[in-house]
């Protein structure tokens, strides 16, 4: 055998021998894979438990699954189904406990100074001082002021229609009609199958209007839009008649706004929670054509 066909055989050697090492590395890769994919499933399992559980009530449930969104690619957040992207756009829209506090606290100040003095100018001042008292809170700690500007707002409103009329209880007509005008709307996305509660899904898929392809998801989002018409409706069906009554109502008509207001709202969150958590219907998000 001549020295360059035994130095050829000996490369072609060396070649095949690499060949399992090639192999090998494959093997890995695929372990890999099965680990991720293993992790994948440990994280989906810890979701369903965190979706599952609410018991603890409708704001702490709102908070769990906020807890279990996964960052998007684009810096969003992402959500695996339905259920998990509505926990997480409601829970935004309350602003949580301190929100409803908010909401809550020019209210009792103007009702209460009102009851106290029954002086309407006073009881309109104490209301808008609170609202901006609490503004100047949110812009001291830097934090958002968007619930206390619709406070401000809401109280501001009602302040002038009280002031105008020098009744304090047309200062609850501006809450009982826009309240009546949010269920006609809702009731009314639900009647042409539009519910409102479905342009939630839009906002996370990145597509408005897609969700209506699916007979599914227009189901879920029509039960869910009613039972955001329900505290619109108890509202007005018990705090109008008040307001038609003879006499100086609004000592009935501040309590029955207050306790009607949030607490009301978050049972209706508890439901929708209640709701959301039976079910796991996935989001198909709208794929980027790749450059």
Request: glycine share 12%.
């Given at each position: 055998?001549?020295?360059?066909?035994?130095?050829?055989?000996?490369?072609?050697?060396?070649?095949?021998?690499?060949?399992?090492?090639?192999?090998?590395?494959?093997?890995?890769?695929?372990?890999?894979?099965?680990?991720?994919?293993?992790t994948?499933?440990?994280?989906?399992?810890?979701?369903?438990?965190?979706?599952?559980?609410?018991?603890?009530?409708?704001?702490?449930?709102?908070?769990?699954?906020?807890?279990?969104?996964?960052?998007?690619?684009?810096?969003?957040?992402?959500?695996?189904t339905v259920?998990?992207?509505?926990?997480?756009?409601?829970?935004?829209?309350?602003?949580?406990?301190?929100?409803?506090?908010?909401?809550?606290?020019?209210?009792?100040?103007?009702?209460?100074?009102?009851?106290?003095?029954?002086?309407?100018?006073?009881?309109?001042?104490?209301?808008?001082?609170?609202?901006?008292?609490?503004l100047?809170?949110?812009?001291?700690?830097?934090?958002?002021?968007?619930?206390?500007?619709?406070?401000?707002?809401?109280?501001?409103?009602?302040?002038?229609?009280a002031?105008?009329?020098?009744?304090?209880?047309?200062?609850?007509?501006?809450?009982?009609?826009?309240?009546?005008?949010?269920?006609?709307?809702?009731t009314?996305?639900?009647?042409?199958?539009w519910?409102?509660?479905?342009?939630?899904?839009?906002?996370?898929?990145?597509?408005?209007?897609a969700?209506?392809?699916?007979?599914?998801?227009?189901?879920?989002?029509?039960?869910?839009?009613?039972?955001?018409v329900?505290?619109?409706?108890?509202r007005?069906?018990?705090?109008?008649?008040?307001?038609?009554?003879?006499?100086?109502?609004?000592?009935?008509?501040?309590?029955?706004?207050?306790?009607?207001?949030?607490?009301?709202?978050?049972?209706?969150?508890?439901?929708?929670?209640?709701?959301?958590?039976?079910?796991?219907?996935?989001?198909?998000r709208?794929?980027?054509?790749?450059?």
């Open positions: 055998m001549s020295e360059a066909e035994a130095t050829g055989r000996r490369a072609t050697g060396t070649a095949e021998t690499g060949t399992p090492d090639a192999g090998t590395a494959d093997a890995g890769t695929h372990n890999a894979d099965t680990a991720d994919t293993g994948t499933d440990s994280a989906a399992a810890d979701t369903d438990a965190g979706a599952a559980d609410t018991g603890a009530g409708a704001t702490e449930a709102t908070g769990t699954a906020g807890e279990h969104e996964a960052a998007a690619p684009g810096g969003g957040d992402a959500h695996d259920e998990a992207a509505v926990r997480a756009q409601l829970g935004k829209a309350l602003g949580g406990v301190r929100g409803m506090v908010e909401a809550a606290v020019p209210t009792i100040a103007f009702t209460g100074t009102y009851v106290a003095a029954k002086d309407i100018k006073l009881a309109v001042g104490a209301g808008v001082g609170a609202a901006v008292l609490l100047l809170v949110r812009v001291a700690q830097r934090s958002s002021p968007q619930f206390v500007l619709n406070s401000l707002v809401g109280i501001a409103i009602a302040a002038f229609f002031l105008r009329s020098g009744k304090a209880e047309d200062a609850f007509l501006p809450g009982i009609m826009l309240n009546a005008a949010y269920a006609a709307a809702m009314f996305s639900i009647l042409v199958r519910p409102v509660v479905g342009f939630i899904i839009g906002s996370v898929t990145g597509d408005p209007t969700w209506r392809s699916d007979p599914g998801i227009v189901r879920l989002c029509s039960r869910l839009t009613w039972l955001l329900l505290p619109c409706a108890v007005v069906a018990v705090q109008y008649p008040i307001y038609l009554a003879d006499g100086d109502q609004s000592g009935l008509l501040g309590p029955a706004k207050i306790v009607m207001g949030w607490p009301l709202q978050v049972a209706a969150l508890a439901a929708m929670v209640w709701l959301l958590a039976r079910g796991r219907t996935p989001i198909d709208e794929q980027k054509p790749t450059s």
